[in-house]
T-cell receptor, first 112, second 110 residues
């Protein structure tokens, strides 16, 4: 069991470039989440998918889009990257509701 | 004011000490409380999960919830250098979304 995997691990972008962060889970979980983590800010929810076929905005959705490709995969897209999007991005999954969330190893993104 | 407040530290203690980590929160509707541990350059991993008030013990770790004071604590007994990490508290809010503290960086000195 790999749990939650994320690609890439590191990425450097120039302002205005686009990219997609990939996330996959092999735990047959219903719900998946994208967070960003910045120093002193804790984890902030960007988007989540409560179940396959649904997506909802979290606390900080501006500048991002998501796709729940199937039950296993949930991608995060930055259409036009900005320096304010420099952060560490974590994907997580759970069965939903009050169930534990399991996290991937993160993607470190720098936007110049 | 943030919904969940957590001192960012760092908190530095000698090996073998008892460590106390704390969070306060403002929303009395929170019922589920979690502590996650995050090693440097890794994702958070669940350490303790409690429901409502009271204590829960797991090995050297004890989670305590005081709903009347809106205060949760994590105690680590006989602390080890391997406990050095950032500890994040989290609570389940509306729509089952997690509300996070900023995390406390803990350093255990050998």
């Amino acid at each position: 069991n790999a749990g939650v995997t994320q690609t890439p691990k590191f990425q450097v972008l120039k302002t205005g470039q686009s990219m997609t962060l990939q996330c996959a889970q092999d735990m047959n979980h219903n719900s998946m989440y994208w967070y960003r983590q910045d120093p002193g800010m804790g984890l902030r929810l960007i988007y989540y998918s409560a179940s396959e076929g649904t997506t909802d905005k979290g606390e900080v959705p501006n500048g991002y889009n998501v796709s729940r490709l199937n039950k296993r995969e949930f991608s995060l897209r930055l259409e036009s990257a900005a320096p304010s999007q420099t952060s560490v991005y974590f994907c997580a999954s759970s069965q939903g509701g009050t169930d534990t969330q399991y996290f991937g190893p993160g993607t470190r993104l720098t936007v110049l | 004011q943030k919904e969940v407040e957590q001192d960012p530290g760092p908190l530095s203690v000698p090996e073998g000490a008892i460590v106390s980590l704390n969070c306060t929160y403002s929303n009395s509707a929170f019922q589920y409380f979690m502590w996650y541990r995050q090693y440097s350059r890794k994702g958070p991993e669940l350490l303790m999960y409690t429901y409502s008030s009271g204590n829960k013990e797991d090995g050297r770790f004890t989670a305590q919830v005081d709903k009347s004071s809106k205060y949760i604590s994590l105690f680590i007994r006989d602390s080890q250098p391997s406990d050095s990490a950032t500890y994040l508290c989290a609570m389940i809010g509306s729509n089952y979304q997690l509300i996070w503290g900023a995390g406390t960086k803990l350093i255990i000195k050998p």
